[in-house]
Nanobody, 118 residues
Framework: QVQLVESGGGMVLPGGSLRLSCAAS????????MGWYRQVPGIKRELVAS????????YYADSVKGRFTISRDNAKNMVYLQMNSLNPEDTAVYFC???????????WGQGTQVTVSS
């Protein structure tokens, strides 16, 4: 059974940092690109970062480029998102799922809430 479990969210001050983690199971993790998405109520879920199967290449949305870093550990079936210089516009629920190159998604996890506020 496919499972994606996100963690690491929380409330931080503007300029702060968080590291999100996603534990994946139930599918051949190392064979798929992975991505981090975020969603604000009433707004379409958006891809913020993606990483290829081996981690050799990454993609970032313009809004997070230079501040967020995606990485993965195929031995542990984990994908991470290091978020620095957070601002209130980064407030959202963050999810992991398949990354760039796929037109379908695995079952979504519960996500992890990130709130940036003073």
């Amino acid at each position: 059974q496919v499972q994606l479990v996100e963690s690491g969210g929380g409330m931080v001050l503007p300029g702060g940092s968080l590291r999100l983690s996603c534990a994946a199971s139930g599918f051949p993790f190392s064979s798929y690109p992975m991505g981090w998405y975020r969603q604000v109520p009433g707004i379409k879920r958006e891809l913020v970062a993606s990483i290829t199967e081996t981690g050799s290449s990454t993609y970032y949305a313009d809004s997070v480029k230079g501040r967020f870093t995606i990485s993965r550990d195929n031995a542990k079936n984990m994908v991470y998102l290091q978020m620095n210089s957070l601002n209130p516009e980064d407030t959202a629920v963050y999810f992991c799922n398949l990354g760039l190159g796929f037109s379908y998604f695995l079952a979504w996890g519960q996500g992890t809430q990130v709130t940036v506020s003073s």
